[in-house]
């Protein structure tokens, strides 16, 4: 079995972020493929389960792609006040979205690990995700992320409304998440590691 000699390195977080008071919105920070294999459908949709329960709460769609499909889901949906969709943002204006997130939400249907995640990470934000592709290795459901089955919005909504309502749970994963950032996930970790697989090979 040659996987014996097969070594990997997940990508690390960036440098850990301050975080300002979080404002009642969820994230969400994706490219809108026409196939929503990020899931964006689901978001809203369980997204409009939640503010029935919450109708003070936003959600910010960063990002670019399919918007006549986003704009028609969010008509569906009866959204329109609640939903924000700011376009593909970068340097401070995405620094700003993501310091004052209540939590980031990723829905997808595949993934690998997304640049999305680490940066939430950084912020020490609560992630809703689902548990596909490098998630799962990466995150641990209850403690630094609370995950949901693929496709399943009144799942999502539970989630988003266990958030909103139960602050020990939100605490907890907000200082979990930010300490992944800094141990396994961190930068300083990742050139250990890489040094170690170097120094095997020498």
């Not at 026409?34 to 978001?43: A, E, F």
């Not at 769609?61 to 959204?79: A, N, P, S, T, W």
């Not at 640049?115 to 209850?142: F, K, Q, R, S």
């Not at 800094?182 to 095997?200: R, V």
């Amino acid at each position: 079995d040659r996987t014996d000699h097969v070594d990997f390195l997940y990508n690390p977080a960036p440098e850990p972020k301050r975080r300002e008071k979080p404002e009642p919105y969820f994230l969400f920070a994706a490219y809108f493929d026409s196939q929503m294999n990020k899931g964006y459908d689901v978001l809203l949709e369980a997204f409009s389960k939640t503010i029935k329960v919450h109708p003070e709460w936003k959600l910010i769609l960063c990002g670019d792609g399919d918007m006549e499909r986003v704009r028609q889901l969010i008509d569906r949906f009866q959204l329109g006040d609640s939903v924000s969709t700011p376009g593909w943002v970068s340097g401070q204006v995405k620094e700003s979205y993501f310091s004052h997130a209540f939590a980031y939400c990723l829905c997808s249907r595949q993934e690998g690990l997304p640049i999305t995640i680490l940066e939430a990470l950084a912020y020490g934000l609560p992630i809703l995700t689902t548990p596909v592709g490098c998630l799962p290795e990466i995150l641990t459901d209850e403690e630094n992320a609370l995950f949901f089955q693929v496709g399943n919005p009144d799942q999502l909504a539970r989630q988003m409304c266990r958030l909103i309502e139960d602050p020990e749970i939100y605490e907890a994963l907000s200082r979990k998440a930010k300490l992944l950032a800094e141990g396994p996930l961190s930068q300083a970790c990742f050139l250990e590691k890489l040094d170690h697989i170097y120094q095997s090979l020498a």
